[in-house]
T-cell receptor, first 114, second 115 residues
Framework: GENVEQHPSTLSVQEGDSAVIKCTYS??????FPWYKQELGKRPQLIIDIRSNVGEKKDQRIAVTLNKTAKHFSLHITETQPEDSAVYFC?????????????FGKGTTLSVSS | EAGVTQSPTHLIKTRGQQATLRCSPI?????VYWYQQALGLGLQFLLW???????NRGNFPPRFSGRQFPNYSSELNVNALELEDSALYLC??????????????FGSGTRLTVV
């Protein structure tokens, strides 16, 4: 089945810097790649997603890139702010067979200091 | 619009007992997913239900089971509880089923503690 690796596990940046989180997936058939943000004590929330027919997607300070050949995708956050501090999860979904649920990476704890 | 609701918020059980967790999806969502979030292990996929049927399950033993009701709500049952079952159990819902890619909306979770 699908396996998603995420790194780094922790990331500390200064306010205003950029942050990059990278994920790799194992199933070449996977075609949907969302990113979730989980603040302390709260539920994970979808922040951006990308489908396999697109190489890059942006939403204000957040962007996601996808390299299907290398089977990896990345989250880029520019001009980081303290409120960006949270755990970020990448995920992938394969349509093989009856389809699968999202498989998540183990998460990256991002700390933004002011 | 009400979000995904889970009950109870907290549950304390003794090793060997059974636990039942409940989830109500967003109105109109037919798919319900269950994940286990244990410290340091991220979100591990447990079960996926759509239109009342189990579509897929993760690498968990058979004592983790569940069902989906005609109103699309779902329950997760964990039998013969073990200490390592202690975790936050998250339910999520989405539109559609197999072959459809939508983001999930998560509930706030049930914190299960096994003593």
């Amino acid at each position: 089945g699908e396996n998603v690796e995420q790194h780094p596990s922790t990331l500390s940046v200064q306010e205003g810097d950029s942050a990059v989180i990278k994920c790799t997936y194992s199933d070449s058939a996977s075609n949907y790649f969302p990113w979730y943000k989980q603040e302390l004590g709260k539920r994970p929330q979808l922040i951006i997603d990308i489908r396999s027919n697109v190489g890059e997607k942006k939403d204000q300070r957040i962007a996601v890139t996808l390299n299907k050949t290398a089977k990896h995708f990345s989250l880029h956050i520019t001009e980081t702010q303290p409120e960006d501090s949270a755990v970020y999860f990448c995920a992938a979904r394969s349509p093989r067979g009856a389809g699968t649920a999202l498989i998540f990476g183990k998460g990256t704890t991002l700390s933004v200091s002011s | 619009e009400a979000g995904v609701t889970q009950s109870p918020t907290h549950l304390i059980k003794t090793r060997g007992q059974q636990a039942t967790l409940r989830c109500s999806p967003i109105s109109g969502h037919t798919s319900v997913y269950w994940y286990q979030q244990a410290l340091g292990l991220g979100l591990q996929f447990l079960l996926w239900y759509d239109e009342g049927e189990e579509r897929n399950r993760g690498n968990f033993p058979p004592r983790f089971s569940g069902r989906q009701f005609p109103n699309y709500s779902s329950e997760l049952n964990v039998n013969a509880l073990e200490l390592e079952d202690s975790a936050l159990y998250l339910c999520a819902s989405s539109l559609g089923g197999a072959g459809v890619d939508y983001g999930y909306t998560f509930g706030s979770g049930t914190r299960l503690t096994v003593v």
